[in-house]
């Protein structure tokens, strides 16, 4: 079984159902997720392209017509 298999090809695969399967991938996700230790990056890091808001990219002209809010200041 590969990395990128939905919960509906697993249930399949393994005979059982797709509640059990999705059961099964939430608590491997979490296990996962908890005992991954902590990244440390040092020294020269290059990043790609980073979305501050998605779905503007190129398009500028869009964010200026947007109404700023505020929050927090009376």
Known sequence: MGLNVSNRQIAKE?????KTAQSMTDKLRT????NSPDVRLSGEVE???V????GHKGHPET??????VVV???
């Open 14 to 18: 393994l005979n059982i159902s797709e």
């Open 51 to 54: 979305y501050v808001v998605a």
């Open 47 to 49: 990043l790609d392209e």
């Open 72 to 74: 927090g200041e009376d």
């Open 63 to 68: 964010l200026k017509k947007r109404a700023v």
């Open 31 to 34: 296990q996962v997720t908890e």
